[in-house]
């Protein structure tokens, strides 16, 4: 299984930035072409006030801050110089959906971005596809409505181009990074997550083309059995069906540094095992790149790349 796709996390809450140009980002695509990538995502094109584009919308609506460089603007130049497919991460207010419970303020504020990105960016033949960035691991709230809403919205402005989405497995490391324990004794059982996402995918089949759950929220292990029930709820609706392969390790205290090879190895052969359609990874730059602020992405890099010369 290679890993083919990867998120760009260009606004974060819980990683550290790494304060890249045009010089290093351009550098990073040419690294992640070499090591056969050929999507990228950018995982939010903004959270709470922080920004990716100047987008008019947003600081009109929500006071958020004009950023020194259009990030959107040189992906996509970048994308379509490496020959590289672009999904375009949605806004994540950090507030509306997350802290009190207005979805329908989510949405709305997201539609107008929605139309402001498409006039703006779409002429890009770079741009392929559309990721709603709101993660969540169970039917939370009123998430089919979003959903669907946003994906539907996604499409009709974009002459139907794909949209997806990646949640997580409400695992026994399904542990908010702030926290400093790193597992919790409840978590949810197959049966459960196999019941929540039927449910999901039935009201959203038709607004959302693309599911790539998160690998990191359960025991290696496990994972093959829930990538399993994810695959055959795909196919069931009619979706593709992704892993998020993530780099990054769950199981250490700091949070958060790249993955022992080891355990990313495993996560590949899972993913091969419960025949996943591609696999993607959070994220390149920070945790894989030969160019990254951690050395031990460095060599995660060059053992990566020794698996694929094996396959």
């Not at 559309?130 to 402005?157: F, M, N, P």
């Not at 039935?202 to 083309?209: F, K, N, Q, T």
Request: net charge negative; aromatic share 14%; glycine share 6%.
């Amino acid at each position: 299984m290679k890993i083919t796709g990867t998120f760009i996390d260009e606004i974060s809450h819980d990683i550290p930035h790494q304060n890249w140009g045009r010089q290093e980002w351009e550098k990073d695509f040419g690294h992640m072409q070499k090591v056969g990538i050929d999507t990228v995502i950018l995982i939010r094109s903004g959270h709470k006030r922080w920004l990716t584009y100047p987008s008019e919308v947003l600081k009109e609506k929500e006071g958020c801050y004009t950023p020194p460089i259009d990030l959107v603007s040189l992906f996509l130049d970048l994308a379509e110089q490496h020959g590289m497919s672009f999904y375009f991460g949605l806004y994540d207010s950090g507030k509306y959906w997350w802290e009190q419970g207005d979805f329908a303020k989510e949405v709305e504020i997201n539609q107008f971005v929605i139309d402001e990105v498409w006039a703006k960016y779409g002429h890009s033949p770079a741009f392929q596809g559309w990721y709603i960035t709101q993660e969540v691991s169970r039917k939370t709230g009123a998430i089919i409505d979003l959903y669907r809403q946003l994906g539907l919205h996604c499409k009709s402005v974009s002459g139907g181009l794909p949209t997806f989405i990646s949640p997580y497995i409400d695992g026994q490391k399904a542990i908010m990074a702030a926290k400093s324990s790193l597992t919790k004794s409840e978590s949810v059982t197959l049966r459960e997550h196999e019941q929540e996402w039927n449910e999901i995918f039935s009201g959203i089949r038709d607004a959302v083309d693309i599911i790539a759950f998160q690998d990191g929220h359960v025991h290696y292990h496990e994972l093959v059995d829930y990538l399993t029930i994810n695959k055959m709820l795909s196919d069931k609706h009619g979706m593709s069906c992704w892993t998020n392969a993530e780099s990054f390790d769950r199981d250490m205290p700091i949070k958060f540094l790249p993955i022992k090879w080891e355990k990313l190895w495993l996560k590949l052969e899972a993913a091969r095992q419960a025949k996943m359609d591609k696999a993607i990874t959070f994220e390149y730059s920070h945790f894989m790149s030969p160019q990254s602020a951690y050395v031990q992405a460095h060599h995660l890099y060059k053992r990566y790349q020794e698996y694929r010369n094996t396959l």
